[in-house]
T-cell receptor, first 113, second 114 residues
Framework: DQQVKQNSPSLSVQEGRISILNCDYT??????FLWYKKYPAEGPTFLIS?????DKNEDGRFTVFLNKSAKHLSLHIVPSQPGDSAVYFC????????????FGQGTELSVKP | ETGVTQTPRHLVMGMTNKKSLKCEQH?????MYWYKQSAKKPLELMFV???????ENNSVPSRFSPECPNSSHLFLHLHTLQPEDSALYLC?????????????FGPGTRLTVL
């Protein structure tokens, strides 16, 4: 039973346009959500997060939106750049789980010049 | 060294070998984690250590044996592995109990079992 799902294994976007990566979850106890970016041969690096008390968090070109009623979050990257090409993982945690994160399968983003 | 380091970066071993993966975090965190990443799959949490105590073992086979001698070091001892254990093994650390659940990852060890 996968509690965090990224249903699009890949996404291709033109440079300068918006990239939208989606993530769905099933556990209503999750109260903190994170996005990680991973390049080949490297570990995931933290990108942006959002607490369940918010519905939006913005950091430069990256914005994460949370829709609790739909149990859905999305990561918007605008404008997309070729260097954004990587695998993006969403992750979720519940406050009583001692820092344990549950990850989605990842979406491979390709930004074409 | 900064962040989370892992050695070796690549490892090829036979099914009868014994080897160990090492992880060190330089962030002063109190929790460390081992994950397995196979192709096209989510990161699978294997073990969690909080304050050097193992708090989670996600039904990992006994051929994987973790060791956490202190809050900065984490090992994964491997013996009699199977070819399906070939994967990227990632170590992470975090500061549990201070609100944010960000984990910081090392670069991983790419393991191939022949």
């Amino acid at each position: 039973d996968q509690q965090v799902k990224q249903n699009s294994p890949s996404l291709s976007v033109q440079e300068g346009r918006i990239s939208i990566l989606n993530c769905d979850y099933t556990n209503s106890m999750f109260d903190y959500f994170l996005w990680y970016k991973k390049y080949p041969a490297e570990g995931p690096t933290f990108l942006i997060s959002i607490s369940s008390i918010k519905d939006k968090n913005e950091d430069g070109r990256f914005t994460v939106f949370l829709n609790k009623s739909a149990k859905h979050l999305s990561l918007h990257i605008v404008p997309s750049q070729p260097g954004d090409s990587a695998v993006y993982f969403c992750a979720a945690s519940a406050g009583n789980q001692g820092g344990k994160l549950i990850f989605g399968q990842g979406t491979e983003l390709s930004v074409k010049p | 060294e900064t962040g989370v380091t892992q050695t070796p970066r690549h490892l090829v071993m036979g099914m009868t070998n014994k080897k160990s993966l090492k992880c060190e975090q330089h962030l002063g965190h109190n929790a460390m984690y081992w994950y397995k990443q196979s192709a096209k799959k989510p990161l699978e949490l294997m073990f969690v250590y909080n304050f050097k105590e193992q708090t989670e073992n996600n039904s990992v086979p006994s051929r994987f044996s973790p060791e956490c001698p202190n809050s900065s070091h984490l090992f994964l001892h491997l013996h009699t592995l199977q070819p399906e254990d070939s994967a990227l093994y990632l170590c992470a650390s975090s500061q549990v109990g201070q609100g944010a659940d960000e984990q910081f990852f090392g670069p991983g060890t790419r393991l191939t079992v022949l």
